[in-house]
């Protein structure tokens, strides 16, 4: 089986951009989740999608979005970019999003904010 | 709320030493406990998990065990290689939330 794919892999945007970022996740699998990490905050949940729907959400403002399609694939939109938002987005799926599944991570896209 | 805490790093280990990375957790319900490894470059891939108490969860030479009354999931491995070079992550599956939680990452470096 394919593994989980991200688009792009490397992005540079300017502060008050908007960005787009994408995830294909292991053919089967339906939930998908998003992670940003950065050195100073490590590992941290945005959001959870299930069957087209968000199911869990973090702590992050509303400039940060994300949707799922029917065929699972999800992307995440990022608004007005800040400087902050420089950091390794990480997009990971598992077959249902159950607390004892294993979760499988893209390889990433790191965005740079200038 | 559910957490984890992960000892910092980093730890550098000559080839051939024992390896303890320790981690803590604090959750309500029966969290499932995770290592995740990141080499450079790289996405998250699992190493290990547990999901009931006293499970042992081994893989590659590394082991861990649920340890319920200690909360605790200690990651150990009798002797590291210089390709073991890489971050670790301890997480937690909430049973309460369906959140992943994860640690700080602890980042490891072996000599040769």
């Known amino acids: 089986k394919a593994g989980v794919t991200q688009t792009p892999r490397y992005l540079i945007k300017t502060r008050g951009q908007q960005v787009t970022l994408s995830c294909s996740p292991i053919?089967?699998?339906?939930?998908v989740s998003w992670y940003q990490q950065t050195p100073g905050q490590g590992l941290q949940f945005l959001f959870e999608?299930?069957?087209?729907?968000?199911?869990n959400k973090g702590n992050f403002p509303g400039r940060f979005s994300g949707r799922q399609f029917s065929n699972s694939r999800s992307e995440m939109n990022v608004s007005t970019l800040e400087l902050g938002d420089s950091a390794l987005y990480l997009c990971?799926?598992?077959?249902?999003?159950?607390?004892?599944?294993?979760?499988?991570f893209g390889p990433g896209t790191r965005l740079l904010v200038l | 709320g559910d957490s984890v805490t992960q000892m910092e790093g980093p730890v550098t280990l000559s080839e051939e030493a024992f390896l303890t990375i320790n981690c803590t957790y604090t959750?309500?319900?029966?969290?499932?406990l995770f290592w995740y490894v990141q080499y450079p470059g790289e996405g998250l891939q699992l190493l290990l998990k547990?999901?009931?108490?006293?499970d042992k969860g081994s893989n590659k030479g590394f082991e861990a065990t649920y340890r319920k009354e200690t909360t605790s999931f200690h990651l150990e491995k009798g002797s590291v290689q210089v390709s073991d070079s890489a971050v670790y992550f301890c997480?937690?599956?909430?049973?309460?939330?369906?959140?992943?939680?994860f640690g700080t990452g602890t980042r490891l470096k072996v000599l040769a």
């Open positions: 997480a937690l599956g909430s049973s309460g939330t369906y959140k992943y939680i």
């Open positions: 959750a309500t319900g029966y969290p499932s």
């Open positions: 999608y299930f069957s087209e729907t968000q199911r």
């Open positions: 990971a799926s598992s077959t249902a999003g159950g607390w004892q599944e294993t979760q499988y």
């Open positions: 053919s089967g699998h339906r939930s």
């Open positions: 547990a999901t009931k108490a006293d």
